[in-house]
């Protein structure tokens, strides 16, 4: 039985002591959430908190913030959910749940797909109102390697830490690149068709990460539930022999989630074709994992432009494309519905000294 320093594996494979590493899960603190810190009402799926994304399909609908109720006074923070609107009435193909996708790069030594595979175990601080079998789920790229997990909430409103063993996993095909490399799944009360076997790798047509005996926490009005520390180690691990939660500095957990989110550098010198059309370059502060995709702020769609030895003017932004875009910067092309005078050739595209100015979005996630 070769040994590891926090934990066993199974035999002929070697321990990964992941505390002389980054953590595999990015933001799993919930300290950084980039695009705002509320979401009101969302019937769809949607990102707010960096890197975790909320996935809503039916006739439900869940408000999700940043807050600082967690289980002790080493987390700041947590990702909270409410539901707005129950929904009682599931049909098969709806969904409601939050995930995770680490990157293939990130975990290509794990061997996921090869004989000699190492284990894993994912922990995270849970609360909920809402108290029964819940469940989650690990996947491929494709979706067609599922290995499915339950995980129980004894007590309602009350932080409680769950450690989830994932076997190894020695066929399918598994990223190794910017690409998806293992996707986590957390159930709240997705349709049938997401049933899957507990505690039981198989291959299916389609993902799932539940099974029948899991709660739907969707159908309970005003239900909350809460998530933080959120940690996926290499190894088996249980409550007891699990390693501490691997906070980051702030800073460098933020540049992380730059790889795949991070707003369109703002005071980057720039140029007016018209008086309603600009093109702003800017180099990424942090090379992102591909090529960005552009949208505008749906909170913020107002920046300013610096008109040189007068003042700022404000322009409200009504679209955005890339021009000559790579992973590392490029131009964004903005086009203005409103200018309160006609801009310059000399003049900034965006100016920003408050982060009021974030408008452009640069999306990379997986």
């Keep these: 039985m070769a040994l590891t320093l926090f934990g066993t594996v199974s035999d002929n494979t070697v321990a990964l002591d992941r505390r002389t590493a980054t953590p595999l899960i990015i933001n799993g603190d919930m300290a950084i959430s980039q695009r705002g810190t509320s979401l009101s009402s969302q019937s769809s799926s949607t990102r707010l908190l960096d890197r975790f994304a909320n996935d ?18 080493t987390f700041l923070n947590s990702m909270k959910m409410v539901v707005a609107t129950a929904d009682s009435s599931i049909a098969a193909a709806d969904a409601y749940r939050f995930t995770y996708t680490v990157e293939g790069s990130d975990i290509a030594n794990v061997g996921l797909g090869n004989s000699d595979c190492l284990t894993m175990t994912l922990s995270f601080w849970v609360r909920s109102s809402v108290t029964g079998t819940y469940g989650i789920g690990f996947q491929n790229s494709a979706e067609t390697e599922n290995y499915v997990d339950e995980y129980t909430i004894s007590s309602a409103d009350t ?13 399918g095909t598994w990223l190794t690149n910017n690409g998806v490399g293992l996707g986590i799944r957390w159930d709240l ?26 709660v739907n926490w969707i159908a309970t009005s005003s239900a909350t539930f809460y998530v933080t520390g959120v940690q996926l180690e290499v190894g ?47 180099n990424f502060p942090v090379p992102m994992r591909a090529v960005p995709t552009l949208s505008i702020n749906p909170n913020n769609n107002t920046c300013h432009i610096f008109r040189i030895g007068i003042s700022t003017n404000a322009v409200t932004v009504s679209s955005v494309a890339s021009h000559l875009m790579g992973d590392t910067g490029g131009v964004a092309q903005i086009v203005v519905s409103s200018t309160a005078s006609t801009p310059s050739a000399g003049d900034f595209a965006m100016y920003d000294t408050d982060g009021s100015d974030n408008v452009v979005f640069c999306d990379s996630e997986l």
Excluded: H, M
């Design 236 to 282: 088996t691990f249980d409550a007891n022999s699990i390693p501490s939660f691997q906070f980051e500095d702030k800073a460098t957990s933020l540049a992380r989630c730059q790889r795949y989110f991070q707003y369109f550098p703002s005071g980057s010198s720039g140029r007016w074709n018209s008086a309603t059309q600009a093109e702003c370059a800017g």
């Design 189 to 214: 009360g997705s349709g049938t068709d997401y049933n899957g076997t507990a505690d039981s790798w198989q291959t299916t047509s389609s993902k799932v990460y539940r099974t029948s005996s899991c």
């Design 159 to 171: 932080w409680e830490k769950k450690v989830i063993n994932i076997p190894a996993r020695t066929s």
């Design 56 to 73: 809503i399909g039916g006739g439900g609908a869940i408000t999700i913030s940043q807050d600082t109720d967690t289980p002790n006074s």
